[in-house]
T-cell receptor
Framework: NAGVTQTPKFQVLKTGQSMTLQCAQD?????MSWYRQDPGMGLRLIHY???????DQGEVPNGYNVSRSTTEDFPLRLLSAAPSQTSVYFCASRDSTGGYTFGSGTRLTVV | GQQLNQSPQSMFIQEGEDVSMNCTSS?????WLWYKQEPGEGPVLLIA?????ELTSNGRLTAQFGITRKDSFLNISASIPSDVGIYFC???????????FGTGTRLQVTL
């Protein structure tokens, strides 16, 4: 039972490059979300999805796109990376009782 | 957006000591959660609180849901080296709502 799987674990991008952070869960959870973690700021919600085909913005959505074509996958896209997007990104899914399961994170550096 | 203030920001304690940390909010939550994050990993749920005034234990950890529903406390008794990590509080207004995180308390335990 893998839970929430994120890839890659580490990534370095040049300013202006694009990339997709992958997130997959095998628990059949409807709700999935993306957070970024920066020093001294806790985890902040970027985008979330309450089910396949439905996405919405969180607290800090600018510069990021998401889609949810299947229940299992919820990729996060950076269309034109900026140094301000250097962060650790966490994907999480939630069960029907409100319990969250987090992936192990993707550490992104934009130079 | 909602803000969760967590204190202290960091703690350096000796093995065997007890630890207390708290979290306060500018608005009401119906669920309080406490997570622990170890280096290179995502947050892992420690304790969930669902009722105002509730006191819940998980081994050496005890957490309380404040009566006003705007605060929560976490205590760790007889700390050990593996308690090292960052502890986050998080609040939800309901099991179907988004999670708002505190800024974290970094705990270091010395022998």
């Amino acid at each position: 039972n893998a839970g929430v799987t994120q890839t890659p674990k580490f990534q370095v991008l040049k300013t202006g490059q694009s990339m997709t952070l992958q997130c997959a869960q095998d628990m059949n959870h409807e709700y999935m979300s993306w957070y970024r973690q920066d020093p001294g700021m806790g985890l902040r919600l970027i985008h979330y999805s309450v089910g396949a085909g439905i996405t919405d913005q969180g607290e800090v959505p600018n510069g990021y796109n998401v889609s949810r074509s299947t229940t299992e996958d919820f990729p996060l896209r950076l269309l034109s990376a900026a140094p301000s997007q250097t962060s650790v990104y966490f994907c999480a899914s939630r069960d029907s009782t409100g319990g969250y399961t987090f992936g192990s994170g993707t550490r992104l550096t934009v130079v | 957006g909602q803000q969760l203030n967590q204190s202290p920001q960091s703690m350096f304690i000796q093995e065997g000591e007890d630890v207390s940390m708290n979290c306060t909010s500018s608005s009401i939550f119906n669920t309080w959660l406490w997570y622990k994050q170890e280096p290179g990993e995502g947050p892992v749920l420690l304790i969930a609180l669902y009722k105002a005034g509730e006191l819940t234990s998980n081994g050496r950890l005890t957490a309380q849901f404040g009566i006003t529903r705007k605060d929560s406390f976490l205590n760790i008794s007889a700390s050990i080296p593996s308690d090292v990590g960052i502890y986050f509080c998080a609040g939800m207004t309901g099991t179907a709502s988004k999670l708002t995180f505190g800024t974290g308390t970094r705990l270091q335990v010395t022998l």
